[in-house]
């Protein structure tokens, strides 16, 4: 089995910055895509980065140019730096590793979510 564990979920005020991490553990023979995703209560949950094997970073436009990923291989860990967040960051914030795993197959794993307010 595998799991992912998030950390860093936590109260920020506008325009400060915040950084959570995500380390993967348990039967990984290999990690491919890694990332983040939010849900808020009502909403489906959306995309917020990816990053491939290859340090590739894909964001969606509401993050862009805010938000940084980054990966450490030798880790297992995935970080999101969220520079001058906003309100509607606001929302449990998903970690998300695609994974060859001890069954040698690639599967979807997630974490179980660390919850960002952004308010003053």
């Known amino acids: 089995q595998v799991q992912l564990v998030e950390s860093g979920g936590d109260l920020v005020q506008p325009g400060g910055s915040l950084r959570l991490s995500c380390a993967a553990s348990?039967?990984?023979?290999?990690?491919?895509?890694m990332g983040w995703y939010r849900q808020v209560p009502g909403k489906q949950r959306e995309l917020v980065a990816t990053?491939?094997?290859?340090?590739?970073?894909n964001y969606s436009d509401s993050v862009k140019g805010r938000f940084t990923i980054s990966r450490d291989s030798a880790k297992n860990t995935v970080y999101l730096q969220a520079d001058n967040p906003k309100p509607e960051d606001t929302a449990v914030y998903y970690c998300?590793?695609?994974?060859?795993?001890?069954?040698?197959?690639?599967?979807?794993?997630w974490g179980q979510g660390t919850q960002v307010t952004v308010s003053s």
């Open positions: 998300y590793a695609y994974v060859l795993d001890g069954g040698y197959k690639w599967e979807n794993y």
């Open positions: 348990g039967n990984i023979f290999s990690l491919n895509v």
């Open positions: 990053i491939t094997s290859g340090g590739v970073p």
